[in-house]
């Protein structure tokens, strides 16, 4: 699924460079461009699972957390899981209702592998009647 916003952002290939468009007044990568990426990185994520779901379901981020801990000053990459037992729902519930819940878990950390921002994405998805 492509999402044309992530273009605006600077999403490529699962980074997010540090570039002028994408910062703050203190030079760092702006809150709302990590938001972005890592929302951008949950919902990618949860597609890989599910490659031949993607032409049949419409999913909807639902609610979300983030915790910013450390400044963004280099480019960043994502880490996403999902935990099994929720995976598990989520097919089940899926199968039997044609929507369900699961939740993307995800790290964003610079060059030197601290990490800038960690957040937690729970998805809506429902099957396209």
């Known amino acids: 699924m492509i ?3 992530t273009d605006t ?12 468009k ?5 030079g760092s990568i702006h809150a709302g461009a990590q938001f972005t990426f890592a929302e951008s990185a949950s919902g990618a994520y949860l597609s890989s699972l599910f ?6 379901i419409i999913p909807l981020l639902r609610e979300s957390t983030i915790k910013y801990k450390k400044q963004a000053l ?4 994502s880490e996403v899981s999902v935990e099994d037992e929720d995976l598990e729902k989520f097919i089940k519930r899926f199968e039997t209702k044609g929507r369900a819940s699961i939740t993307a878990y ?11 921002c960690e957040g ?8 396209k009647d």
């Open 3 to 5: 999402v044309p916003f």
């Open 22 to 26: 994408v910062q703050n007044h203190l």
């Open 9 to 20: 952002v600077g999403i490529e290939n699962g980074v997010l460079e540090n570039d002028t």
């Open 120 to 127: 937690s994405f729970k998805w809506f998805v429902q099957r």
């Open 74 to 77: 280099t480019k960043l990459s």
């Open 51 to 56: 490659p031949d779901m993607q032409d049949n």
């Open 106 to 116: 995800v790290v964003l950390k610079d060059e030197e592998g601290d990490v800038t």
